[in-house]
Each structure stands twice: as structure tokens, then as C-alpha cells.
């Protein structure tokens, strides 16, 4: 069973406010991933850290969201400005190095 | 770049009959494939997964086996349970590929009684 937590589980905000979500992946897994997935339960890729660092990121990850995994603290991902679009399920996974993923519950965000 | 295509968005079955869910993908490097299953409000988890050329690979009555001379890893099973009723992934690593998984758009399975 995956050990990944992430809180909070649900997340309520209004268009134009920060929104703030954390991760605590499995004890020793260098790599951490952050995940949308959308009402049609479709997976949309944000950012993955090795340790410390950033691995790859998309656009819209650049622009409006910031994501961090500091040493001995929670990995966060917040959006600077909510909009209705952001809505979905963030899903935090992490890993060894190309290898199987392990899932936190997810922090479901409602942007109003 | 990479990609996978899973072709079903639902199959719905009744229980105790067949299944099996298409995978197939595109990648110019040595491929790592999964099959992750998410039961409703639930996380994802792993179900299979291989990168072995035609080696089968089965856990909880699910098997598949990469043919990567047609690019392919189907999810099968003999006979469906009710408990089966989920989202199923399909998801790729490739090798130098900074460990990002490319996922299909999933299928949703429904097994009636």
C-alpha cells in the first residue's frame, strides 16, 4: 500500500486566490511527480522533482504555479491564481528512478 | 515524443465473462510499461507492469505481455468480478526520458452482475 501523503483532501477557493497543496512521498523515493487529473479522469502531467530538483515541468506549471521539495520538508504545489479550470484532482506520485509509481489520495480542488 | 493510446474509454461487461483492454504505444526508446488501476476515490496503483519482450506478467488474476515488436501491452483477465469495476491506465516510462510517465486517457470498466 502507498505510503504517500498529501493533504489537505479537499481544497475550496475563489477565482484569484492561492491555493496550497503538500506532499510527503514514500520515505527514500528520490523522484516526486505532481499530476492533474480532470472530470474525464485524464492525466495531466505538471512537474517531477529529483531530490531537490526540477526534472521537467510544462508551461502552465511555469506561469501560474509554483512546486517545491525542500530537504526534510513536504514537497508543495500552489497555484498563484486559481481560475474555474483548475479544478480537478492534484495527484501527488512518488518513485525510484524510472520505476513504478506510488500514489497519495490526492487534494481535490473546487475553484468558485 | 512519446505516446500511448488506449482505444476503449468503457467496456462494460457482465460478470464472470473475458476481458481485455488495448494498449499500445510509440516510443524510440527502450520501454518500461504499466497497467495502473484507480478504484472510484481511490489512488492509483500498480496492477503489472514489464519490460520484458514476450514475457507474461500477472498479479490478481490479471495478465499482459509486451510484444515490442507490435508495440502493445494488453490487460487481460478470464473472468471479470464485480470488484474489477474501475479505471484502468495504461502508462509508459522510456529510458532516458527524465523518468516522465506517459499515460493513456484510460478506460473505465463496468462489470455488471
Known amino acids: 500500500n502507498s505510503k504517500v501523503i498529501q493533504t489537505p483532501r479537499y481544497l475550496v477557493k475563489g477565482q484569484g486566490q492561492k491555493a496550497k497543496m503538500r506532499c510527503i512521498p514514500e520515505k527514500g523515493h528520490p523522484v516526486v511527480f505532481w499530476y492533474q487529473q480532470n472530470k474525464n479522469n485524464e492525466f495531466k502531467f505538471l512537474i517531477n522533482?529529483?531530490?531537490?530538483?526540477?526534472?521537467?515541468q510544462i508551461d502552465m506549471t511555469e506561469k501560474r504555479f509554483s512546486a517545491e521539495c525542500p530537504s526534510n520538508s513536504p514537497c508543495s504545489l500552489e497555484i498563484q491564481s486559481s481560475e474555474a479550470g483548475d479544478s480537478a484532482l492534484y495527484l501527488c506520485?512518488?518513485?525510484?528512478?524510472?520505476?513504478?509509481?506510488?500514489f497519495g489520495p490526492g487534494t481535490r480542488l473546487l475553484v468558485l | 515524443g512519446d505516446s500511448v493510446t488506449q482505444t476503449e474509454g468503457l467496456v462494460t461487461l457482465t460478470k464472470g465473462l473475458p476481458v481485455m483492454l488495448n494498449c499500445t504505444y510509440q516510443t524510440t526508446y527502450s520501454p518500461f510499461l504499466f497497467w495502473y488501476v484507480q478504484h472510484l476515490n481511490e489512488a492509483p496503483k500498480l496492477l503489472l507492469k514489464s519490460s520484458t519482450d514476450n514475457k507474461r506478467t500477472e498479479h490478481q488474476g490479471f495478465y499482459a505481455t509486451l510484444h515490442k515488436s507490435s508495440s502493445s501491452f494488453h490487460l487481460q483477465k478470464s473472468s471479470v468480478q464485480l470488484s474489477d469495476s474501475a479505471l484502468y491506465f495504461c502508462?509508459?516510462?522510456?529510458?532516458?526520458?527524465?523518468?516522465?510517465?506517459?499515460f493513456g486517457k484510460g478506460t473505465s470498466l463496468v462489470v455488471h452482475p
Open positions: 506520485a512518488s518513485s525510484w528512478e524510472q520505476d513504478t509509481q506510488y
Open positions: 522533482f529529483q531530490n531537490q530538483e526540477v526534472l521537467q
Open positions: 502508462a509508459l516510462i522510456a529510458s532516458g526520458g527524465n523518468y516522465k510517465p506517459t
